[in-house]
């Protein structure tokens, strides 16, 4: 049963052992550090919450689909195996593999440390070669903000638009008085 818990967490991102808690896998933002110019990826990271947990069924139907049994038979072996985990927890504690390991604090509450992800896939991504340019000069002897260091953005808007959006906002009271005169017109015939 252990082997189908971490990837079921992993597709599902929760996970809920009855009597025990629930795990849920949440992804840090990514984070940028401006001083070593690196961009740390983000990284996800098992929570839980030892709280009382109404049935999964569709953790059940998986459980089921994977051992190839029924899943009334899944629902006891996975009973079982709950039992089992709680026993370990009296006596110590009990691992999860891929997931952490359950102790139980002096209080009897039962609290979770999880192993370190192995995120070789995420890198941090250095941006040392690159060369910003700031969007305003500043003197030497003025802080720079970061606000300063932003890079500059070419305007890609063509000469030819630029005169044309320039006319429809300069003539805008020409239509206005059109439509002004329409409708004194339409009131002086209305009064007639």
Sequence with gaps: M????FPYL???????????GSFQLVRTAPEVDWEQKTVHPPVQQ????????????????????????????????FTEFSYQLREQL???????????TLLLNPDGEVFFRPISQNNQFS???????MQLTPAASTSN?????????????ENVTANEEVPAE????????????????IGLAALLIAFL
Excluded at 2 to 5: A, Q
Excluded at 10 to 20: A, K, M, W, Y
Excluded at 123 to 129: A, E, L, T
């Design 2 to 5: 252990n082997e189908l818990l």
């Design 10 to 20: 992993l597709v599902h991102q929760r996970l809920g052992i009855p009597g025990i």
């Design 46 to 77: 098992i929570s839980f919450v030892p709280e009382t947990m109404e049935a999964d069924h569709h953790f059940y139907r998986t459980v089921a689909q994977q051992l190839n049994i029924t899943e009334v038979a899944a629902i006891q072996q």
């Design 90 to 100: 009296q006596q110590g504690g009990a691992l999860l593999p891929g997931i952490g």
């Design 123 to 129: 890198k941090n991504i250095s941006f040392q070669h």
């Design 141 to 153: 002897s003025e802080p720079v903000s970061i606000s300063d260091t932003i890079p500059a953005v």
């Design 166 to 181: 320039n006319e429809t906002k300069d003539n805008w009271w020409i239509y206005a008085i059109i439509l002004t005169v």
